[in-house]
């Protein structure tokens, strides 16, 4: 159960476009279409803004998509806005009823 | 409206014991998965356990397989953490979550409820 490997930072300007990337293992992220993202903003509850790699729960933006090629997967955001600043994890099943999360990555909007 | 409220957290001895509760509301909760997840003061999210809609299948991290049993009372809308031989490492904020219907999606979460272990 190795957490899944983020990026600890990414940013971008108003309107551009960000890819934050989840890199796992066959066990994980390759394994199962099962990819989760979460945003957390200081202080906050995760909020669930992909899951199953590329669905996005009823009110998140279409600016938020997801995908997955092989052990890694990824977030796009893009136009960004200033609220999108925030801490992003990504999240997979392992296999053996159990979850595993990543190490985070800071999004900052310039 | 969805709520999820935990409690039961605060300071406790290394190697005592805690019990964590998530009352449920808002939803049928014998309908849903359910997860702890914890996050350390200025840390990431780490999975904690998992638990069936009807309490029959049941997974945990390995850093708290064999101190820590997850277990609900669907009667009571009730979700339950227990934790034994606790250690400084499992200070975090506890957080439990609904799991969306075959996936691993967690839609819903708690506010959190803060554990701390220290002497």
């Known amino acids: 159960q190795s957490a899944l490997t983020q990026p600890p930072s990414a940013s971008g300007s108003p309107g551009q476009s960000v890819t934050i990337s989840c890199t796992g293992t066959s066990s994980d992220v390759g394994g199962y279409n099962y990819v989760s993202w979460y945003q957390q903003h200081p202080d906050k509850a995760p909020k669930l803004m992909i899951y199953?790699?590329?669905k996005r729960p009823s009110g998140v933006p279409d600016r938020f998509s997801g995908s997955k090629f092989g052990n890694t997967a990824s977030l796009t955001v893009s136009g960004l806005q200033a609220e999108d600043e925030a801490d992003y994890y990504c999240?997979?099943?392992?296999?053996?009823?159990?979850?595993?999360f990543g190490g985070g990555t800071q999004l900052t909007v310039l | 409206e969805v709520q999820l409220v935990e409690s039961g957290g605060g300071l406790v001895q290394p190697g005592g014991s805690l019990r964590l509760s998530c009352a449920a509301s808002?939803?049928?909760?014998?309908?849903?998965?359910m997860h702890w997840v914890r996050q350390a003061p200025g840390k990431g999210l780490v999975w904690v356990s998992r638990i069936k809609t009807d309490g029959s299948s049941t997974g945990y991290a390995d850093s708290v397989k064999g101190r820590f049993t997850i277990s609900r009372d669907n009667a009571k809308n009730t979700l339950y953490l227990q934790m034994n031989s606790l250690r400084a490492e499992d200070t975090a904020v506890y957080y439990c979550?609904?799991?969306?219907?075959?996936?691993?999606?967690?839609?819903?979460w708690g506010q959190g409820t803060l554990v701390t272990v220290s002497s």
């Open positions: 199953e790699v590329s």
């Open positions: 979550a609904r799991m969306v219907p075959t996936s691993i999606g967690l839609d819903y």
């Open positions: 999240s997979s099943y392992a296999g053996s009823n159990t979850v595993v």
């Open positions: 808002g939803f049928s909760f014998s309908n849903y998965w």
